[in-house]
């Protein structure tokens, strides 16, 4: 198949305290949250001064892969597209156009299968091509990568220095404690995403040698009356310290390639702080970032839909994923008739 460029799909987030309010709101749009809980997420980012991470993040993952691409080819040209915030999708599409873009490779910063973290960002593309018209570009989404070997290896590396940065004294018990972003019940019962990181975990906690390891959920967002997966993060540290379960934790956040808002505040600051109040010596484990393996793997992605021919590589029982998804995958959850507006 014969592409033009590489499309980078992410979440996108603020870059100053005036940004905060409307990105969330794009967030937030038709979706019955409250709006108390949307000034409580805004106070996490002004604990920031209002800048997410994020978009600094995917430039310098953006500066690594073009110059992997550079060395080692394809040579393409690489665009960045955000669903929430600047640059939109639909500002990128108009430029690839504007550029003779007629057929591009997107790639989506997230791992695993959920309607939030795969349809949702095919929808929108396509929203985005329908409000640019006639010569958008045709973007053909790159598969979920959870179980490609370079994102795994990548993982690996990442909790072994989690590992390795535990607090001396802290015994030799620990925990290897695996945080996912939660969805609700309704989204998760309808898609692979908890198998998914099921696997990862297995993957990665047989590698490491540690059978002390669970799987927990974090950044919840949605109404109090709405099932969302569990044990929340914090609640299962508490249940470590009462239940002696583990001399330290080391939280790896396998659900995120990058260290952006909810990373910091969930993890490096809530979660931190409520292991110092518990006197339960804790490490963080980074995401992925821009970790030459995964770095490699986005390029070994790129390749594989570009030549058929090229081995679509995977590690476990899961197999690689497909690269178009049935019309069935992933739906969008339903709201229970008391919730919709």
């Not at 095919?122 to 973007?139: F, K, L, T, Y």
């Not at 099932?227 to 993060?233: I, M």
């Not at 583990?246 to 910091?264: N, T, W």
């Not at 393996?293 to 390029?299: D, L, N, S, T, W």
């Amino acid at each position: 198949m014969s592409y033009d460029a590489i499309l980078i799909v992410s979440f996108g987030g603020p870059e100053s305290r005036e940004d905060v309010i409307p990105f969330l709101e794009n967030v937030l749009r038709g979706k019955n949250v409250p709006r108390e809980r949307l000034l409580a997420v805004a106070e996490h980012y002004y604990h920031f001064e209002g800048k997410s991470p994020i978009n600094q993040q995917t430039r310098d993952l953006i500066a690594a892969i073009e110059a992997e691409l550079a060395a080692h080819g394809p040579k393409l040209p690489v665009y960045w597209g955000n669903r929430n915030w600047h640059p939109l999708l639909a500002e990128t599409l108009r430029k690839m156009r504007q550029d003779g873009i007629r057929r591009a490779l997107g790639f989506v910063t997230s791992a695993y299968s959920s309607y939030s973290g795969c349809r949702q960002y095919r929808e929108d593309i396509a929203r985005a091509q329908s409000e640019v018209g006639a010569g958008a570009p045709q973007i053909d989404k790159i598969r979920a990568f959870f179980n490609h070997p370079g994102y795994i290896d990548a993982t690996e590396e990442r909790v072994r220095e989690g590992l390795a940065s535990v607090p001396q004294g802290a015994g030799g018990n620990v925990q290897i404690v695996y945080t996912a972003h939660s969805i609700p019940m309704s989204m998760a019962n309808t898609s692979d995403y908890v198998r998914q990181l099921e696997e990862v975990r297995r993957l990665i906690s047989e590698r490491v040698r540690i059978g002390n390891h669970v799987l927990v959920y974090q950044s919840r967002s949605g109404p109090p009356g709405q099932p969302w997966l569990e044990p929340d993060v914090l609640d299962h540290l508490r249940r470590v310290k009462a239940g002696k379960l583990a001399s330290a934790v080391v939280l790896a956040p396998i659900s995120f390639i990058s260290d952006h808002m909810e990373v910091l505040y969930d993890l490096d600051i809530e979660a931190r702080q409520l292991c110092e109040s518990l006197q339960l010596p804790m490490a963080r484990a980074k995401t992925v970032g821009v970790h030459a393996k995964f770095v490699g793997a986005i390029r070994e992605l790129i390749l594989e839909r570009i030549d058929p021919n090229t081995e679509r590589r995977s590690v476990g029982a899961m197999g690689p994923r497909q690269d178009v998804c049935g019309e069935d995958c992933c739906p969008a959850p339903m709201r229970p008739a008391a919730m919709q507006r």
